[in-house]
Each structure stands twice: as C-alpha cells, then as structure tokens.
C-alpha cells in the first residue's frame, strides 16, 4: 500500500458505524468528496475528512465502538487535558483516565516492567473488533507521538479478536509484529519513552487540531517521512547487505550532515533504525519461525552469535531462546 493511504477495508469499517447508526453513507462520502464504492486506497487527508463527518452526523468520535459513545469534541479536551502534564508517563495515565470516564469500555491500562511499557486494554463484555481496537491505539499512541514530538517506535501489538479478513494488513500498519487470538489486547513500547518530556503548548495544540485527525493517522507512522524511505532500501536488502551511513547518504543524494539533521528532526537516526529493524525481525522470526538462534544471528548480519544474544538483551530485557520459548507459551 502507498505510503500515507488508508485501506479500503478500514473504510469499510468505518462506515459500518454509519449504517448501525441509520445515516445515509452515500450522500456522506458525496459531502467529503468520495466515491459511494471505495475499492482502492484514500489518502489520509480524505480519511480524516470522512473521521470528521462521521464523528460529526453520529456524535461519536469512536464509531459506536465504546459502551457509551465518545461525544464531538472529546478528542480537543483530551489533548488540552494533557498539556500540562510534566512526563509522557503522567500525559499517558492522565489519557488513559479520561477516556475511561469517556467511553467506559474498552478502557486502558498502563503496565510497566522489564523495561517495557505496556498499554492493556481491558472490556467488561464481549471481545471487541480488531477495528475498535486499532481506533483507540490511533488516538491515543498519535496524541502521544504528537505530545513529545517523535514517532515512538512500538515493539509488539497483540489483539484479543480473531485477524480480521485477508487485505487488512495490521502489521503494515503498526510497523511491529502483531497477534491475534492473544489472551490480553495490548500494545508494547519501550519504558524509557515515558520519561520523555512534553514539548506542545496552546499554540502548536490549535495548529494540531485543525488537521487532526488525518495528521495522527499518518504523521508518526511507520511509513512516513525520510525514516520510512530508509526503512524501506533497508527491507529491500538482508541486514549483512545494510550500507554505512556515507553510502547510504550518497544513494540519497544528501550529505552526511543533512541526513543526520533530518532524521533528527523525525526523531530518529541511522544506528537506531537499523537496531529497530533487527529487533522487529529478531522478535518476529523467534516468535513465528523456525530458524536456530545462530542461523538467525547470521542472518541479521551478525558477526557471531554472542553479538546477537548481547543485542537481542538489551533490546528485551531477556536472551533469543527465553523470548521464544515464553512468547510461544499462553501468556
């Protein structure tokens, strides 16, 4: 899928909380400039045109995925809420609060340990959609990336529900590895993130709203930016074939200083992209594949296997082989 498009299949779901509503979804997607048939890919800016419109003819900015619904407006309180908080840790919980009192359920809770933060949803009733699901983790991680400035790079996503149907690619989306049918739906970032401070004030939170939500959507995804771009050359190759910094600056035409300055500025840089790639491939083939600990070292481009168990360490707190055998287990 095009970088910064939206699925036609997340459309689809979007618009399902039209029709459970009893609006006209035609004369909807006429008003914000779409097709009555979406069969191929919108641009974020079209999707946050039809969020908005929605939200707007149902009063609901979560799509009647909550036990009680999420009023016009509650997404502005909840970034104006956040703005004084000192760490994104107390932004986080302070989110969290706020859309429990919101929506009831599902709602949100913090866990940390082992160097990991973990946001656990919780639902009093029956399991919700992957849809649902998705919609509170693009609220509240977006706000969260928006609040520190940097895109905040997610380990692990698991779901409670089933995978939904074949083209809905959550892993694409997420740009981490993600699981169906687990016993808890949560996502998993790197703890030291919550110490970071937050850099928005009144000011940059007006300019935020007047292009949420399409800039939430993709602005700090995995998929945007110079970073993506250099994910991508790096995917297209084996981690062994990865070029230095001075190769790859001169394959993008860019000096070696403008290249820093600019991931910088996305809150990135060249070392710890390249660590997260091998870790996303490190975790996701322990968890699905088959491959001895050694044979992936060497695939990851490392010169022997105790670089890789001194890596993969730091990276989960734990060696290969206990990720792999705890991940494997019901959790």
Not at 279 to 293: K, P, W
Not at 296 to 323: D, M, Q, T, Y
């Amino acid at each position: 899928m095009e970088r910064r498009m939206i699925a036609p299949c997340f459309v689809d779901d979007t618009l399902d909380c039209l029709r459970r509503n009893g609006v006209d979804a035609a004369a909807l997607l006429e008003s914000v400039g779409l097709p009555r048939e979406i069969d191929r890919p919108i641009s974020s800016e079209q999707y946050g045109a039809l969020w908005h419109a929605v939200a707007q003819a149902t009063d609901d900015e979560f799509f009647g995925e909550g036990a009680r619904p999420m009023r016009a407006g509650s997404f502005a309180l909840l970034c104006q809420a956040i703005l004084s908080t000192s760490s994104l840790e107390h932004a986080l919980r302070r989110e969290l609060r706020f859309l429990r009192v919101v929506l009831d359920d599902p709602h949100g809770e913090l866990v940390v340990e082992d160097g990991l933060a973990q946001i656990v949803l919780k639902d009093a009733g029956e399991v919700r959609s992957a849809f649902a699901y998705r919609t509170f983790w693009i609220i509240v991680h977006g706000v969260n990336c928006w609040l520190v400035g940097r895109r905040l790079p997610i380990r692990r996503v698991d779901f409670r529900c089933s995978a939904p149907p074949v083209g809905t690619d959550y892993r694409l989306f997420f740009g981490a590895p993600v699981r169906f049918d687990q016993p808890q739906t949560r996502l998993i970032f790197d703890a030291q993130f919550l110490k970071l401070p937050p850099i928005r004030d009144e000011r940059s939170l007006r300019d935020f709203l007047r292009h949420a939500p399409a800039n939430i959507l993709v602005r700090y995804r995995h998929d945007a930016g110079l970073a993506a771009t250099i994910r991508e050359k790096l995917h297209a190759s084996s981690p062994s074939a990865w070029p230095s910094l001075e190769v790859l600056a001169d394959r993008l035409r860019l000096s070696v200083a403008t290249l820093r300055r600019r991931l910088q500025l996305e809150g990135e840089n060249y070392r710890s992209l390249k660590d997260e790639m091998r870790r996303a491939l490190a975790m996701e083939a322990l968890l699905n594949g088959n491959l001895s600990v050694a044979d992936l070292a060497i695939e990851l481009g490392f010169s022997e296997p105790s670089a890789f168990h001194r890596a993969f360490r730091k990276w989960a707190g734990v060696s290969p082989a206990s990720f792999r055998r705890n991940t494997r287990k019901v959790d």
